[in-house]
């Protein structure tokens, strides 16, 4: 099955949580070997998976095997593979306490800025929701504790560079996106393919049309001046909620970033005026 080519400008990798047997253990390590991906082993405590009496000789109990990592993958395709071969009740057990979660890494700050945008998260979110199985969409209802989504576009900018971890997708502090929100259920190969195709879809849609003041991108900084606050003040004012924006923002970025007061900050703005200033923003307003 073909995918859309922007699926080339991302790495892939998963975690996948349950009870593992023996042989899909030894197979992981062989196809890893062979397909150059890692396997890594962790330990989760929230998992709590219970293998029938008969079988327990052909699975790995320990403590601190709750949950395997594996790792990098160059396509979806690859990826989804490998996702196939954990099968329940054959070599694989899980239960409701557990997930996948599905890393990407894009290939540029720019692809990854156009997903963290919230009109963005929130098509995925309201999308997987109606479109994947009804335990996923079950966890997206009732805001699962551990890949709770997105309300509102103030918490989803903080979020992001606080890295929040159990968020329906989180910026990862290692530079990936994770997907935190898909269950471990049969159909989990299928809902990661479809959730991808999608999301591949809705990128494609992004380049085509043009950038607007509509179509708000989040990214972490950038340098701009002071002509630029001014221009721009009344939709960063309505983004952050906060007035005036030129102003708080800005004391926001230099207490985040080396500790000074509002007051230092605003003794050193007064020294910089002239000068291109960096400020926690989001794009796509007007440059």
Same mark, same amino acid.
């Given at each position: 099955m073909k995918y859309a080519k922007i699926n080339e400008k991302f790495t892939y990798g998963f975690e996948i949580e349950g009870v593992f047997s023996y042989r899909l253990l030894e197979w992981l390590k062989k196809d890893g070997v062979k397909r150059k991906y890692h396997c890594d082993e962790k330990s989760d405590g929230s998992v709590d998976v219970a293998?029938?009496?008969d079988r327990e000789d052909e699975f790995n109990h320990d403590d601190g095997l709750e949950e395997l990592g594996i790792g990098i993958f160059r396509n979806l395709k690859d990826?989804?593979?490998?996702?196939?071969?954990?099968?329940?009740?054959?070599?694989?057990?899980?239960?409701?306490?557990?997930?996948?979660?599905?890393?990407?890494?894009p290939e540029t700050p720019e692809l990854k800025s156009k997903i963290?945008?919230?009109?963005?998260?929130?098509?995925?979110?309201?999308? #997987?929701?109606d479109n994947l199985s009804e335990i996923v969409r079950q966890r997206?209802?009732?805001?699962?504790?551990?890949?709770?989504?997105?309300?509102?576009?103030?918490?989803?900018?903080?979020?992001?560079? #606080?890295?929040?971890?159990y968020r329906f997708v989180r910026n990862h502090p290692q530079g990936t996106l994770e997907f935190r929100f898909f269950s471990a259920c049969d159909d989990k190969a299928k809902d990661?393919?479809?959730?991808?195709r999608e999301l591949f879809r809705e990128l494609k849609k992004i380049k085509q049309r043009k950038a607007s003041s509509n179509y708000i991108y989040l990214v972490d900084e950038s340098e701009i001046n002071d002509n630029y606050v001014m221009k721009n003040?009344? #939709?960063?004012?309505?983004?952050?909620?906060?007035?005036?924006?030129c102003e708080e923002i800005k004391d926001l970025y230099m207490i985040e970033k080396d500790g000074r007061s509002p007051l230092e900050c605003r003794v050193a703005r007064s020294n910089q005026r002239n000068q291109p200033y960096p400020y926690p923003y989001i794009s796509g307003v007007d440059f």
């Open positions: 293998v029938p009496y990826m989804l593979y490998v996702l196939r071969q954990f099968k329940n009740e054959d070599n694989y057990y899980w239960n409701s306490t557990c997930g996948v979660h599905v890393h990407v890494k963290l945008d919230y009109k963005f998260i929130k098509h995925l979110q309201d999308w #997987a929701r997206i209802v009732n805001r699962n504790q551990y890949c709770m989504t997105y309300g509102n576009l103030n918490t989803t900018f903080y979020d992001m560079r #606080a890295q929040s971890k990661v393919e479809l959730f991808f003040e009344e #939709a960063i004012s309505e983004v952050f909620k906060m007035k005036p924006a």
